[in-house]
């Protein structure tokens, strides 16, 4: 490989990103390196006002103005609910209308809800099944038509390790998360033709929201790795980027595992 290729292989610049759970933890950190490689991002969360400061913020980072075409990528903020049926059209218009198309697309917004057997209703079932599997689904699918024009399509799925694991209490939401990794790999194959690459990240405990709320906080669970550490949210970016640009260009129906040597495969 020459250097200018190697210089070139996270590259992202000219492309364009939904990140899904966009405004805090994993999804934000992604959304900066995304743009720091020269990514145009659409950030998506639940709460317009988050949307409205994380484009903010990532257009400052990256030296943009609302008003110049300067810097290196650029961000939109777009309010949505995972688990909306009509979410997935939304998000793909706003990419197209602000960047006009879409080459990455990040499944991050999850729902954590964790109800133990006994306790679980079918209200709780739905309320995961639309915001972790089905709002994911139907945003590729959404999205598929323009990621097919694109020269670089690839689509991430963030999963987690609880999908391999014993997930007590969290059957849920393991159980989604499982359903994803199947997702991915059946999308692999169906839009291979296509030229579009699907796979997905399994981060062990990440230091969020969503793990800071559990009842045994993230450091006692990441006792159970061998870096004995809950990750920073950072550290989850070295592996979307890998995945999102060419460095990956022959990876596709796969599974990058991220958990700090808490399940051996």
């Not at 038509?145 to 670089?152: D, G, I, V």
Request: hydrophobic content about 45%; proline content about 4%; overall charge negative.
């Amino acid at each position: 490989m020459d250097q200018a290729k190697l210089q070139t292989l996270f590259d992202l610049s000219g492309r364009t990103a939904i990140i899904t759970g966009g405004t805090r933890g994993i999804g934000r950190a992604i959304a900066e390196g995304f743009v720091a490689s020269g990514a145009n991002v659409v950030v998506s969360s639940r709460k317009a006002d988050a949307c409205d400061e994380t484009a903010a913020h990532l257009n400052a980072m990256a030296g943009n103005s609302s008003s110049d075409n300067s810097g290196h990528g650029k961000a939109v903020g777009v309010a949505a609910n995972m688990g909306a049926p009509d979410t997935g059209q939304a998000l793909v218009a706003a990419a197209v209308e602000a960047f006009g198309g879409v080459d990455i697309l990040v499944n991050n917004a999850a729902n954590a809800l964790a109800l133990p057997v006994g306790h679980q209703t079918p209200e709780g079932w739905n309320k995961s099944f639309d915001v972790n599997l089905r709002g994911p689904a139907l945003l590729i699918q959404e999205a598929t038509p323009h990621l097919a024009e694109s020269n670089h399509a690839s689509i991430i799925n963030v999963s987690s390790i609880g999908a391999f694991m014993f997930a007590n209490g969290t059957s849920m939401y393991a159980s989604m998360k499982a359903a994803l990794l199947a997702l991915t790999r059946s999308y692999a194959a169906e839009l291979g033709a296509k030229n579009i690459r699907v796979n997905a990240i399994a981060p062990g405990t990440v230091d969020t929201d969503m793990t800071r709320n559990t009842e045994s906080g993230p450091d006692a669970m990441a006792l159970r790795q061998i870096i004995a550490r809950p990750a920073h949210a950072d550290e989850m970016v070295g592996p979307a980027l890998f995945l999102a640009s060419d460095a990956s260009s022959f990876v596709t129906g796969q599974t990058l595992i991220a958990d700090g040597g808490m399940h051996p495969h």
